[in-house]
T-cell receptor, first 113, second 117 residues
Framework: AQSVTQPDIHITVSEGASLELRCNYS??????LFWYVQSPGQGLQLLLK??????LVQGIKGFEAEFKRSQSSFNLRKPSVHWSDAAEYFC???????????FGKGTRLSVIA | GAVVSQHPSWVICKSGTSVKIECRSL??????MFWYRQFPKQSLMLMAT?????????EQGVEKDKFLINHASLTLSTLTVTSAHPEDSSFYIC?????????????FGPGTRLLVL
């Protein structure tokens, strides 16, 4: 079965600084990979997804993620963080077939002035 | 596109009553919907997978008689918490797969916060 690890529970960055959130997955083949963001008291919003093709994926709100097969990773990046990016970020993995996504435990991002 | 709504957004009820939460896909048809529960500062816990026109598949440890799920149409799934108790208080989130958009992405509703007194 597939699994997802987000090693960082909480990250604090300064506004304007760059950001990288880590995500590692375990699956025998190339899975489908997702990043979602959740603001307090809200549902999850899809930031970006990778199915195949170009390993650098662009998403909404200036985020991007890079799929690295050799490292089984799908790290999320943003060159310049805004205070409004403070939220919980979830990495998720899916596999072919009508099965639910498997989520990591999430990384809470705090942004300081 | 691919918008999912939930109603109500929050509900307070007395212990012993039943509460129904609706999940709707507004601009697409969803053959599969998922129901999650989320505790404060934790990840999502999958409760059940709901397929249109068939019985829901519940995850291990989730009481199917307690959490009744109905997926009667391609745009609506409901979760009914029967005889709710304070330990059922939580944030419930649904998601739906948009087969017409892409088969693998789950689009999430805004969540329903349930408080049982």
């Amino acid at each position: 079965a597939q699994s997802v690890t987000q090693p960082d529970i909480h990250i604090t960055v300064s506004e304007g600084a760059s950001l990288e959130l880590r995500c590692n997955y375990s699956y025998g083949a190339t899975p489908y990979l997702f990043w979602y963001v959740q603001s307090p008291g809200q549902g999850l919003q899809l930031l970006l997804k990778y199915f195949s093709g170009d390993t650098l994926v662009q998403g909404i709100k200036g985020f991007e993620a890079e799929f690295k097969r050799s490292q089984s990773s799908f790290n999320l990046r943003k060159p310049s963080v805004h205070w409004s990016d403070a939220a919980e970020y979830f990495c998720a993995v899916g596999v072919p077939g009508n099965t639910p996504l498997v989520f990591g435990k999430g990384t809470r991002l705090s942004v300081i002035a | 596109g691919a918008v999912v709504s939930q109603h109500p957004s929050w509900v307070i009820c007395k212990s012993g009553t039943s509460v129904k939460i609706e999940c709707r896909s507004l601009d697409f048809q969803a053959t599969t919907m998922f129901w999650y529960r989320q505790f404060p500062k934790q990840s999502l816990m999958l409760m059940a997978t709901s397929n249109e026109g068939s019985k829901a598949t519940y995850e291990q440890g989730v009481e199917k008689d307690k959490f009744l799920i109905n997926h009667a149409s391609l745009t609506l799934s409901t979760l009914t918490v029967t005889s709710a108790h304070p330990e059922d208080s939580s944030f419930y989130i649904c998601s739906a797969r948009a087969v017409s958009v892409d088969q693998e992405t789950q689009y999430f509703g805004p969540g329903t916060r349930l408080l049982v007194l």
